[in-house]
């Protein structure tokens, strides 16, 4: 028995340390050459040219602009020195002999001819072309029908180049592209109210964009916190709602950042939250806030005052302003999480509403019916979910942005109604808990094809969002708070739906390896993304 009893007792101990075993390296190696987010048609071989920086150069044919020279001097740069620190030890000889004998090598990769087949629009807009063709052979080829696609294009063709095992050479493979998006509208909500965010910090976000296939930089600009926006007409908006006078937008600003997005296809749009989110305004015009009242003291002040024609008259001049300065149709208005107990318990709205025969609700309903129409004449307005469950009357060209609990069913009555929606409930990059497979996972579309089953529903979602709110990340952290979980969104807002990841669980494992050689491409390129698997390394 004493013999059976150590027996087991040894077999414990060694199951245990087996069932425990770590192995060294990487928890996921990252893969070489592989495209984030995953082209829609892709052929690649195992045959390979070699890029030499110094004997490469670009071909444009057909039309030609300002942002393709741009574009091409921008990836140039990328290619050259952007795919991973070099390692030249071999004699040149020698080595082209060595890998001759692998039967793989194709020779050097020279050329990339771009044909763009129709003039470059000045900006990019929600129904642009992304799509493109891209072949890498002995005569590599790019072509588009839009400046847009090209320079899809050029961030693809970026992501083959790799390094060789021994980091001696870079390297692409024979591929064959043909690329395009699922949805039109891919972008990202950044909040800079609640933590100023640099300017040096928004571009940076610019670029990881372009390298996510990402469309939209949705700007959350101001909000209860602060007012950085430094407003021409109305100063002293920022003056005394900024929190200090270094962390403001100028107009200057704003054009170098727009500018910035326009050269790699990604469109700014503003929002400006009203009535609610609107603390900050009110350090500079107080009477344009509701008073709010506990019994009959005044405690503090709410939303907008939807009653007085001053607050619309400011309104509209300060949008036609903002309207000057980013140059994109659409405009968001927010509408969402108005204190409606505020307005209940102010004695004159109180008045209003009897008079009128209104709930606070049609107060609210009220306020936007006269916001939305303060646009520009060619504007199209973005709204938060809540305006349309208010029932407000919106026009079939304004985007409704669904954010909260119950988006199934959410999105089904929005579309059911005829309108257009971006989504966003499954994809707030400020739950830090969450890791990129959460986000990976949930596909608009499929949530509402899967209760429906019907078919035509589904083009009225035009995209999605990643959202950024600012509570808890600034100038420090954002950047690597974003990347590379936005990359989830990214991928699967462009990406070919595969049936079987309804659920994180589902996620190919072929994916873990590819974010994880995206990640550190993202931080040769200067993104501070964050790891995205457990233990592994990036050679900068």
Not at 47 to 59: A, E
């Amino acid at each position: 028995m004493l013999k059976l009893i150590i027996f087991l007792m040894c077999f414990g101990v060694i199951f245990a340390n087996n069932f425990w075993i770590v192995n060294p390296g990487p928890k996921y190696p990252p893969t070489k050459g592989e495209v984030w987010p995953k082209p829609q048609y892709q052929i690649k071989e195992k045959t390979f040219y070699i890029f030499n920086p110094s004997q490469f150069k670009v071909k444009t044919t057909n039309q030609t602009c300002s942002i393709l020279t741009s574009a091409i001097e921008r990836y140039s740069y990328v290619i050259s020195n952007k795919i991973g620190r070099r390692i030249r030890k071999r004699k040149v000889r020698a080595h082209r002999r060595h890998i001759s004998a692998e039967g793989l090598y194709k020779g050097h990769l020279n050329e990339l001819e771009i044909t763009l087949t129709k003039p470059c629009e000045g900006y990019p807009h929600l129904n642009m072309d992304e799509n493109y063709n891209l072949t890498v052979s002995a005569t590599s080829t790019l072509s588009s029908p839009s400046i847009w696609g090209v320079i899809r294009g050029l961030e693809t063709f970026s992501q083959l180049f790799y390094l060789s095992d021994d980091r001696n050479e870079i390297r692409i493979n024979t591929t064959q592209i043909y690329d395009f998006p699922r949805y039109k509208h891919r972008g990202l909500l950044l909040d800079t109210s609640r933590h100023f965010i640099s300017v040096t910090n928004i571009l940076k976000t610019l670029d990881a964009m372009a390298m996510n296939k990402m469309n939209v930089f949705h700007w959350h600009i101001v909000d209860d916190q602060s007012f950085p926006y430094k407003s021409e007409k109305f100063p002293e908006l920022s003056n005394r709602g900024a929190f200090d006078s270094s962390m403001v937008y100028t107009k200057e600003d704003i054009e170098r950042i727009v500018e910035y997005a326009r050269n790699r296809g990604i469109r700014v749009i503003p929002e400006f939250d009203v009535p609610g989110h609107t603390a900050s305004w009110g350090s500079s015009h107080p009477d344009l806030l509701t008073e709010c009242y506990e019994g009959n003291k005044v405690v503090g002040l709410g939303p907008m005052n939807p009653t007085k024609n001053t607050t619309y008259i400011l309104l509209r001049e300060l949008f036609q302003e903002v309207q000057t300065w980013f140059p994109d149709r659409y405009f968001h208005v927010g509408g969402d999480e108005v204190a409606l107990d505020c307005w209940k318990s102010n004695p004159e709205l109180q008045e209003y509403m009897k008079n009128n025969t209104l709930t606070v609700a049609d107060l609210h309903a009220l306020f936007m019916r006269r916001v939305i129409p303060l646009l520009a004449n060619n504007s199209k307005p973005i709204v938060w979910q809540e305006v349309f469950d208010e029932g407000v009357k919106l026009t079939k060209d304004t985007l409704i942005q669904v954010w909260k609990y119950n988006w199934i069913t959410e999105m089904i009555n929005i579309l059911s109604a005829g309108h257009e929606l971006l989504f966003s409930s499954t994809w707030y990059l400020d739950a830090i808990k969450s890791e990129w497979p959460d986000y990976y996972s949930p596909d608009p579309r499929q949530m509402v094809y899967d209760v429906t089953q019907n078919e035509t529903l589904l083009p009225g979602i035009v995209g999605g969002e990643a959202c950024m709110w600012g509570e808890m990340v600034d100038d420090r952290n954002v950047i690597n708070r974003v990347w590379p979980r936005a990359s989830a969104v990214a991928e699967r807002l462009w990406s070919t739906l595969d049936d079987n990841i309804n659920y994180k669980s589902k996620i190919p494992s072929e994916t873990y390896y590819r974010i994880e050689e995206h990640t550190c491409r993202m931080i040769r390129r200067g993104i501070d993304a964050q790891p995205p698997t457990g233990p592994g390394f990036c050679i900068a």
